[in-house]
């Protein structure tokens, strides 16, 4: 069974820091392009970052570039996003999620972690 | 950035009946390998979003034929032949052509 279990959220104060973890099971994770996507509470989605297989290409929304830094760990199976200088409209559940645009099947989420940015 | 557009945003069906979500981007979403990458998710209430069309008209594993996709250039359509309660949830139209890849605002599919 595929399963994307991601961890790390929780209540950070504006500026401050935070990691958030993926862990993949039940697929070849290290062939996939892997991706965060966020949604604010009540509101719709945005894909955040995207990284090859081999973590060679990484790219980001505007809104993170600076502050969020995606990576992996193949040999973990494990996906990252570093996120700094954090900001209230940062808050959101973080998905992570695999990227399989022309293929059928292969196209797995997470069930989320929420990011609270608040004082 | 590419913007997708969708509507109607709200979309209040009888259970049985046909629906329809329009999708347009402000600009074309064909890909330079000849690909148009134009993807539509489904999100029940409470759960993470599961993609149900990608490249258009191309259905995943597992969904149901009633959900159908169609369209070119900038004008897209996620139809559902006959409505089904377990349809109810909220539909975004993606497109993964350019990056950054960009989300609809979503349409939700409620019953009447």
């Known amino acids: 069974e595929v399963q994307l279990v991601e961890s790390g959220g929780g209540l950070v104060q504006p500026g401050g820091s935070l990691t958030l973890s993926c862990a993949g099971s039940?697929?070849?994770?290290?062939?996939?392009?892997m991706s965060w996507v966020r949604q604010p509470p009540g509101k719709g989605l945005e894909r955040v970052a995207n990284i090859k297989p081999d973590g060679s290409e990484k790219s980001y929304v505007d809104s993170v570039k600076g502050r969020f830094t995606i990576s992996r760990d193949n040999a973990k199976n494990s996906l990252y996003l570093q996120m700094n200088s954090l900001r209230a409209e940062d808050t959101a559940v973080y998905y992570c999620a695999t990227v399989a645009r022309a293929v059928a099947g292969g196209d797995y989420w997470g069930q989320g972690t929420l990011v609270t940015v608040s004082s | 950035d590419v913007v997708m557009t969708q509507s109607p945003l709200s979309l209040p069906v009888t259970l049985g009946q046909p629906a329809s979500i329009s999708c347009r981007s402000s600009q074309s979403l064909v890909h330079s390998d000849g690909n148009t990458y134009l993807t539509w998710f489904q999100q029940r209430p409470g759960q993470s979003p599961r993609r149900l069309i990608y490249?258009?008209?191309n259905r995943d594993s597992g969904v149901p034929d009633r959900f159908s996709g169609s369209g070119s250039g900038t004008d897209y359509t996620l139809k559902i032949s006959r409505v089904e309660a377990e349809d109810v949830g909220v539909y975004y139209c993606?497109?993964?052509?350019?990056?950054?890849?960009?989300f609809g605002q979503g349409t939700k599919v409620e019953i009447k």
């Open positions: 490249k258009v008209s």
């Open positions: 039940g697929f070849t994770f290290s062939s996939y392009w």
């Open positions: 993606m497109q993964d052509t350019q990056w950054p890849w960009t």
